[in-house]
């Protein structure tokens, strides 16, 4: 089934009843939330103006909505786009059983998910901070590691390459690595494992990722700056979910770069993920 200009029509015309306004491309509008309650107040009703848009892709995905001002105290933390639009639904759906198609269903969840972030989105257990970042395309693109055999807070080596690397549990000592020096092949292409617990908000930039390393961002920061730690693999929980983030460090002018591999728990299936060199998913 597919959309006619016609039927995107009728579904903009909509929302000028719901006090929005349309300039043919964008829509304008106000949507009401509520912050949240306390045993002494009851939560105070904010008023948030957002922008929608249907994209090249509507009705087949959901419409471009952006919050132009939340309209009271709001942090914004996950279920974001890269393009700061909001990600309002992760289930896909046929078109024609769409809620977003319904103007008054669109506006509700935008409510909602001004009320969700507001709480801080209170048993999410969405493990994806892989999406809040930019994808990797020059380095590792795929890091395997065995969850069971993981040590924490040192450098260990890796295996394999150039696209598939995997985190070993043999530690490497760093303390004799000094000037940028690199003492042989196996102070190159190394990886450090931590263990940051629940996360309360996606990691964005290399200050996310020093603040969750805490004593060791330092330590870290010297080895990739030296050009002799690759990957950092933080691994951490949300809702009692436990998963893992991978990400590729370079240094970048006066700071350190980072970008998302994709990556994998070996546990289970530790042979079947490397077959000529072409990894594939394995259960966690």
């Known amino acids: 089934m597919s ?82 639009t909001l990600c309002l639904w992760e289930d896909d759906w046929p078109v024609d059983e769409a809620p977003w198609l319904d103007a008054r269903k669109l506006l509700r969840r ?24 930019s994808q990797e395309s020059a380095g590792p693109q795929m890091v395997l590691y065995n969850a069971t055999r993981l040590v924490t807070d040192e450098a260990v080596r890796t295996e ?62 010297r080895l990739i700056k030296m050009g002799v730690l690759d990957v950092v693999l933080l691994q951490y929980s949300r809702a009692g979910v436990d998963a893992a983030l991978a990400v590729r460090a370079r240094p970048e002018d006066s700071s350190i770069r980072i970008t998302a591999c994709e990556s994998a728990d070996t546990t289970f299936d530790v042979a079947g993920l490397i077959t000529a060199g072409h990894p594939r998913r394995a259960a966690s």
């Open 160 to 221: 394999g390459g150039p696209e598939v690397f995997l985190v070993t549990d043999r530690v490497r000592r760093t303390g004799t690595i000094i000037n940028g020096r690199r003492r042989n092949r196996k102070d190159r292409r190394l990886a450090w494992v931590a263990d940051i617990g629940p996360v309360d908000r996606p990691i964005r930039t290399w200050d996310d990722v020093a603040t969750a390393l805490g004593t060791h961002a330092a330590e870290v920061s």
């Open 3 to 84: 959309m006619l200009a016609t039927d995107i029509d009728r579904w903009r015309e909509q929302f000028p009843t719901l006090g929005f306004t349309d300039d043919g491309e964008r829509l304008h509008g106000t949507v009401r939330w509520a912050g949240l309650a306390t045993p002494d107040q009851p939560a105070t009703v904010f008023t948030a103006r957002v922008e929608i848009v249907p994209g090249a892709t509507f009705p087949f995905e959901p419409p471009k909505v952006r919050l132009l001002d939340p309209g009271g105290p709001l942090e914004i933390t996950f279920h974001i786009n890269a393009d700061d």
């Open 110 to 133: 935008v409510s909602g998910w001004l009320q969700e972030t507001a709480a801080g989105w209170p048993g999410d257990d969405s493990c994806d901070l892989e999406r809040y970042l």
